[in-house]
C-alpha cells in the first residue's frame, strides 16, 4: 500500500532563498517545455496530422534538450543550483499534464496545459531516496541544498521513494510517498455506524454520538474572518498589505494543520470502534443548493474528514459503505423516519418528531441512523427499542427494517473483496407505505 508523510521544514534562510530560486528555475522550464510541445501541436494540427502529437517532443527528446542546454556557457550556476533529477521531474509533469490533454482531446475537449505564472509553481520532486535526498539526525538531506532542519513528528513507515518540497501557506514542507506501507492490525469487530455529516456537527453517528467541532477551531475561524476583512480594506500593492496577506496565509495553514489533527485523531477512534461504516454520499450540488451549508469551510472540512475516513478504513481493512442522499423515490436521508414516513423538515427544524411511531430524537441522530439502514438493511437497535417501548407495537421494528424502498450505491474497500451481507427484507404493501 502506498501512502504519503508530510512533515514540516525549518530551512535557514540561505536555503529558503536557494529553494525560491529552485522554483523559480522550475517554473522558467516548465513554461518553456509547455511553449515547445503547444507549437508543436500547432504546427502538427495545421499540417494536419492528429497522429504526431503524442509522439514529438516527447519527454525524453526534452530531456536530451535540457540536459545539451546545460552544458551551455553562461548556465554554470544553474547546474549547481538544483539536483538534475529534479529537473527531469519537471518535465515528467509536463508530459503527464500533456498526456491529460490528449486524452481529453480524444473525447472533444481542447483545454492545452496552461502556463504557470508568478507564484503559481509551488513544489519540486527528488526522486530516489539515498541518491538525490536522505534522512539523518533530523534533517532532510537534499541535493545541492544541503541538510534542511525537518519535524518528524511521526514515523515513517514503509519505504521511501520520492520527497517533494512543497511551499504552501507560508511555510515549507516535505512530503515522502511510501511504498509497502504495512497495514493496520486492529481488533475484528462487528459494529456497524451510519453516518451523517453536519453543520453543527461534523459527523453524526446513528447511535446517537456526534463529533462537535471542536470550539478552538471556530475561534480561529472568527478571528480569521476578521483579518480577512482588514486585508481587504488595505491598499491594492501595498506593503501592508502583503504583510496582512502573510498573516492571513499562516492562519489559513494553521487552521488546516490544527483541523487535520483533530479530524485524524476522531477518525482513528472510529476505524477502532466500527467494523463496517456507511455515510452519506456528500453531493456538492445538495451544499450549493443549501445557502447556510454552502460556507466553503464546511464543504472543504467534511471532504477532509471523508477522504481520512477512506483511507483509515482501508489501511485497516473495514468495509466502507456509501449511500446516495436521496433514495429511489427521492426523499432526502434527513427527511425520512426509519418507520418509512416521510418528515419534511427544514433547516432550520433541528428535531425529528415522527407523528407516525412516536419517536422524539435529533434530526441528525435519524439522518445517521437512515444512513445505516439504508446501507446494511437492519434499523439502530436504539430505533428497535425505542419503538418497542413507546409505540408497544412487535411489528414496528419489523416494519422499518423493511421499508427501505431503495437500493444502496455500495463502494467497498475492503481489500479482501467481500461484500457486504444484506439482510432479506420482506415488502410491505404499498398502502403501508408513508
Ligand atoms: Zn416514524
Known sequence: MRQSFKFQLKPNKTQNRHLFECLNLCQDLYNAAIE??????????????????????????????????????????????????????????????????????????????????????????????????????????????????????????????????????GHWFAIFSCDKVPQRHIAPSDKQVGIDYGLEHIANFSNGEAIEQPRFLRDMQTQLRLAQRKLSKKKKGGRNRNKQRVKVAKM??????????????????IVDQFGEIAFEAHSLQFMVKNKRLSQSTVDRAIGCFKQKLSSQAQKAGRMLVEVSTTDKQGIGNSQRCLCGYVLKKKLSQRTHKCPSCGVEVPRDHMAASIVEYRAFGTAPKWYQYAVGQTVKSPDRAMVAATLCSSTPTFSITRESGDTPVMLETSRISDTDKD
Open 252 to 269: 489559513h495553514s494553521k487552521i488546516e494543520r490544527r483541523r487535520a489533527d483533530f479530524q485524524h485523531k476522531e477518525v482513528k477512534k
Open 36 to 169: 515547445e510541445r503547444l507549437n508543436a501541436y500547432h504546427k502538427w494540427a495545421q499540417l494536419g496530422k492528429p497522429d504526431k502529437w503524442d509522439q514529438w517532443p516527447s519527454r525524453s527528446s526534452q530531456q536530451v534538450e535540457l540536459k545539451e542546454a546545460k552544458q551551455l556557457e553562461g548556465l554554470e550556476d544553474y547546474r549547481d543550483l538544483i539536483n538534475a533529477q529534479a529537473l527531469q521531474e519537471v518535465l515528467r509533469r509536463v508530459n503527464l499534464a500533456y498526456h491529460k490533454f490528449f486524452q481529453d482531446l480524444k473525447k472533444g475537449q481542447v483545454n492545452p496545459p496552461k502556463f504557470k505564472g508568478k507564484g503559481q509553481y509551488k513544489s519540486l520532486t527528488f526522486p530516489q531516496y539515498g541518491k538525490s535526498f536522505r534522512i539523518r539526525d533530523n534533517h532532510l538531506h537534499l541535493s545541492k541544498i544541503g541538510p534542511v532542519k525537518i519535524r518528524l513528528s511521526r514515523k515513517i513507515t514503509g519505504k521511501i521513494k520520492t520527497v517533494t518540497i512543497k511551499w504552501e501557506h
